[in-house]
């Protein structure tokens, strides 16, 4: 991932991002917090033109958790809430480059689509792979 596009994703653009998400209720956020401190966080919506579909927005860990199963209790936690509604298929997109994200959700049953979206940055081109999980009734 080009360095600029990391650098300019910094607190106040994500600060603004949050801000526009909770004032719109646009997103649902689950919570993940290790002595009163929020470790990570995953974030999904309902496809506005999909009903039966709902998109996994951001999983995000503070690195010093990685492989410590908080990742997994965030999504055993979203699955219950998956469960709940009339979801059929849960998506979501992850850069090609992040393979260990990719192993990831692929131990937890998602698949590749073949779809992929890329975006253009300071000359380097940004790939997100989308992956689906289909769910059975």
């Given at each position: 991932?080009?360095?600029?596009?990391?650098?300019?994703?910094?607190?106040?653009?994500?600060?603004?991002?949050?801000?526009?998400?909770?004032?719109?209720?646009?997103?649902?956020?689950?919570?993940?917090?290790r002595d009163?401190?929020v470790?990570g966080f995953?974030?999904y919506?309902?496809?506005?033109?999909?009903?039966?579909?709902?998109?996994?927005?951001?999983?995000?860990?503070?690195?010093?958790?990685?492989?410590?199963?908080?990742?997994?209790?965030?999504?055993?936690?979203?699955?219950?809430?998956?469960?709940?509604?009339?979801?059929k298929t849960?998506?979501?997109?992850?850069?090609?480059?992040?393979?260990?994200?990719?192993?990831?959700y692929?131990?937890?049953?998602?698949?590749?689509?073949?779809?992929?979206?890329?975006?253009e940055?300071?000359?380097?081109?940004i790939?997100?792979?989308?992956?689906m999980?289909?769910?059975?009734?």
């Amino acid at each position: 991932m080009p360095q600029g596009y990391i650098s300019g994703y910094n607190l106040d653009v994500r600060r603004k991002e949050w801000n526009s998400i909770i004032q719109t209720e646009s997103e649902c956020v689950i919570v993940a917090e290790r002595d009163q401190q929020v470790v990570g966080f995953l974030s999904y919506y309902i496809n506005p033109t999909h009903s039966d579909v709902i998109e996994l927005s951001k999983l995000y860990l503070s690195p010093y958790l990685y492989r410590q199963g908080v990742g997994t209790q965030l999504m055993n936690a979203f699955n219950q809430v998956v469960k709940s509604e009339a979801i059929k298929t849960i998506s979501l997109y992850v850069l090609d480059s992040n393979q260990s994200a990719m192993r990831f959700y692929q131990k937890l049953g998602f698949v590749e689509t073949g779809e992929f979206e890329k975006t253009e940055y300071d000359g380097e081109t940004i790939i997100d792979i989308r992956l689906m999980k289909m769910l059975t009734s």
